[in-house]
């Protein structure tokens, strides 16, 4: 709770215990009318001042106006009658609590986003040859060597060149467990060094940075405004003038007939009461802006309050495979030697060494299998064929490395394996030798974020990969997926997003790694890069990112929208329900003062309450 927070509360009680002691003492006449004036002015005076801004600069028709007007004329109703002053207290004071509790409300959403907007770094550490000197992130160039002590955070963006360490990525991803990093790790700005020293070389600018990315995608999230928002917005701007004009009517038509003055403006400023729009002003926008900072500090952000409707809309998910739904880390599942000279061990140690200068990822799974590349084998007339394989001659032995057309043109006869996966066979001077089956292993929660997927509502849920039938028949069974599309070029994902987007009635979420799915996730009525750490191309086209790679963050945005958007429901059925039944009861002289503090700040306290229900985001 800040100051104005507290000194708001405290106003409040003071003006709640006088207006209890003043009920409690016989006064009456001038002294009965300035005694409680005083707990008005306590509790009010800022409304008046806001009402009389809002008039001289002809911004009248707001809820100040809407409240100085109604609790001015209780009063002065009250001194004509030698009446109750409490109404016209209590207007005020309840309208200061539901301010209060939205105030309280965008405070905790806001602390939300500010632990996230700590990511900025300060100061950078470069090291020059007079030693370390602190300097302006922004003032760092590319490829400059800076030093992140324990305790610091990473302020750019860059790769580790000595040291090791682990890094607290939580303001990140909302995830606690530390990430180890050593020589060649790639960090981002945003993390917090835990122990060691690490020295890093910078590969971004700070203006193009994870840190900076993130910081301005929430920075302008409030901006982008959802239906609802929109439709609230032009609602209170029509509605508003029509109540004043409806009130104005009331005070001054029917005692023309009747001569009742007092009744029927008593009766108008009941009606001025109930009509105002704050329940719906206030509760919408901050449900919205809750549920974006509740989902913040999941780690999953949300662009702006319009895709986080249509979020909630969704119908249909898409997703690629690699890096999404499996850990795009291929590694060595199995080596079936097929020839008597040749054991798994040899297999394997001559298809590393062939693949040592590749730089494909099959390759790097191969190196990590067999690591001793420093052993007496000599690599000679290393030749890579196209859509083939790799040719090397080691140890004065031709040894082929590749697929079954690469076989088939040498005339080995390969062998099919039964196990899944992509299989890289092994000929040595045109003899088959066997193969090596390489997998890529699925995410520790991706079968649990599919069905917490169809929990959730989505009626329909793809999956898009260039692998094989064989292997994406495999992958989706595993995770129960019961529609797939397979052997699909970079352009054909697209060809076959546009045929599914086509053919859905709702809503069509994609959901892929960032970096080479940015113009599906472009396409897509919402697009979800998930662990899009250091990933610029996920950070533009999404427009929800998930900080890590975590599948079942997927299903967590979707729960977190929807049960945002169902809060917003609730709050505009109750509140225009009980508006528009309460208006009626005033203008026919069946509700009084308070069922119209009831209709207008107990409504408006009401949906604030439900609205701050967005900030907690169920497990």
């Given at each position: 709770m800040n100051a104005k927070q507290k000194k708001n509360l405290a106003r409040i009680i003071i003006a709640a215990v006088l207006l209890i002691a003043l009920n409690f003492v016989e006064i009456s006449g001038v002294t009965r009318f300035i005694f409680y004036l005083v707990p008005y002015l306590i509790v009010g005076y800022d409304i008046l001042f806001k009402a009389l801004h809002g008039l001289k600069n002809l911004r009248a028709l707001d809820e100040s106006l809407l409240m100085t007007i109604a609790t001015v004329g209780a009063?002065?109703?009250?001194?004509?009658?030698?009446?109750?002053?409490?109404?016209?207290?209590?207007?005020?004071?309840?309208?200061?609590?539901?301010?209060?509790?939205?105030?309280?409300a965008v405070g905790r959403s806001r602390k939300n986003i500010s632990?996230?907007?700590?990511?900025?770094?300060?100061?950078?550490?470069?090291?020059?040859?007079?030693?370390?000197?602190?300097?302006?992130?922004?003032?760092?160039?590319?490829?400059?060597?800076?030093?992140?002590?324990?305790?610091?955070?990473?302020?750019?963006?860059?790769?580790?060149?000595?040291?090791?360490?682990?890094?607290?990525t939580i303001a990140l991803t909302g995830e606690s467990l530390p990430r180890e990093v050593g020589e060649g790790s790639e960090v981002i700005s945003g993390c917090i060094n835990l122990n060691g020293v690490l020295k890093i070389?910078?590969?971004?600018?700070?203006?193009?940075?994870?840190?900076?990315?993130?910081?301005?995608?929430?920075?302008?999230?409030?901006?982008?405004?959802?239906?609802?928002?929109?439709f609230i917005a032009k609602f209170a701007r029509i509605y508003t003038p029509a109540v004043v004009g409806c009130a104005l009517a009331l005070a001054i038509?029917?005692?023309?007939?009747?001569?009742?003055?007092?009744?029927?403006?008593?009766?108008?400023?009941?009606?001025?009461?109930?009509?105002?729009?704050?329940?719906?002003?206030?509760?919408?926008?901050?449900?919205?802006?809750?549920?974006?900072?509740?989902?913040?500090?999941?780690?999953?952000?949300?662009?702006?309050?319009?895709?986080?409707?249509?979020?909630?809309?969704?119908?249909?998910?898409?997703?690629?495979?690699?890096?999404?739904?499996?850990?795009?880390?291929?590694?060595?599942?199995?080596?079936?030697?097929?020839?008597?000279?040749?054991?798994?061990?040899?297999?394997?140690?001559?298809?590393?060494?062939?693949?040592r200068y590749s730089t494909h990822p099959i390759a790097?799974?191969?190196r990590k299998a067999y690591p001793n590349e420093r052993d007496d084998c000599t690599v000679e007339n290393v030749e890579e064929i196209a859509g083939r394989g790799i040719r090397a001659t080691i140890n004065g032995q031709v040894v082929c490395v590749g697929n079954e057309k690469f076989m088939d043109e040498l005339g080995a006869a390969w062998k099919a394996c039964y196990k899944v996966g992509t299989v890289i066979h092994v000929?040595?001077?045109?003899?088959?030798?066997?193969?090596?089956?390489?997998?890529?292993?699925?995410?520790?929660?991706?079968?649990?974020?599919?069905?917490?997927?169809?929990?959730?509502?989505?009626?329909?849920?793809?999956?898009?990969?260039?692998?094989?039938?064989?292997?994406?028949?495999?992958?989706?069974?595993?995770l129960g997926i019961e529609n797939y599309r397979s052997e699909l070029l970079p352009a054909d994902k697209v060809t076959e997003f546009e045929k599914i987007l086509s053919a859905s009635t709702g809503k069509v979420a994609f959901v892929g790694d960032g970096i080479n799915d940015a113009p599906v996730l472009s396409r897509a009525d919402v697009g979800i890069a998930m662990g899009a750490l250091g990933s610029d191309a996920a950070i533009e086209a999404a427009d929800v990112v998930l900080m890590d790679d975590d599948p079942l963050k997927i299903s967590r945005a979707i729960k977190i929208s929807r049960r945002c958007l169902a809060i917003v429901k609730q709050n505009i059925c109750?509140?225009?329900?009980?508006?528009?039944?309460?208006?009626?009861?005033?203008?026919?002289?069946?509700?009084?003062?308070?069922?119209?503090?009831?209709a207008d700040v107990g409504v408006m306290i009401l949906a604030v309450l439900n609205a701050i229900r967005t900030l907690v985001i169920p497990k």
């Open positions: 009063f002065a109703l009250a001194i004509h009658d030698d009446g109750d002053y409490n109404e016209a207290i209590a207007v005020m004071l309840f309208y200061q609590i539901g301010e209060w509790f939205q105030s309280y632990e996230l907007m700590d990511i900025r770094p300060d100061f950078a550490n470069v090291e020059t040859a007079g030693g370390i000197v602190r300097v302006d992130p922004d003032e760092v160039e590319v490829g400059t060597e800076i030093v992140v002590q324990p305790g610091e955070k990473i302020p750019i963006d860059g790769v580790v060149v000595e040291g090791n360490s682990t890094l607290n070389r910078t590969t971004k600018e700070f203006g193009e940075s994870t840190a900076s990315k993130i910081l301005e995608l929430v920075e302008d999230a409030s901006s982008r405004k959802s239906k609802s928002e929109d038509i029917p005692p023309i007939f009747t001569g009742d003055f007092g009744t029927w403006i008593y009766r108008a400023l009941i009606f001025l009461v109930i009509s105002c729009p704050c329940a719906l002003v206030i509760s919408i926008p901050l449900s919205f802006f809750a549920g974006i900072g509740g989902a913040s500090r999941e780690g999953i952000l949300i662009k702006g309050s319009n895709f986080l409707e249509t979020l909630s809309k969704v119908q249909t998910v898409v997703m690629d495979k690699t890096g999404t739904l499996t850990q795009g880390i291929f590694e060595v599942d199995a080596v079936h030697s097929k020839n008597l000279h040749f054991d798994a061990e040899k297999l394997l140690h001559l298809a590393a060494h062939v693949e790097n799974s191969l000929a040595v001077n045109g003899e088959y030798a066997g193969h090596v089956v390489i997998s890529d292993a699925l995410k520790p929660h991706a079968k649990k974020s599919v069905a917490d997927m169809k929990i959730s509502g989505v009626e329909k849920i793809f999956m898009l990969t260039g692998d094989s039938e064989k292997i994406a028949s495999k992958v989706a069974a595993e109750f509140a225009v329900g009980v508006k528009f039944a309460c208006l009626i009861l005033g203008a026919v002289g069946l509700a009084n003062m308070w069922a119209a503090i009831f």
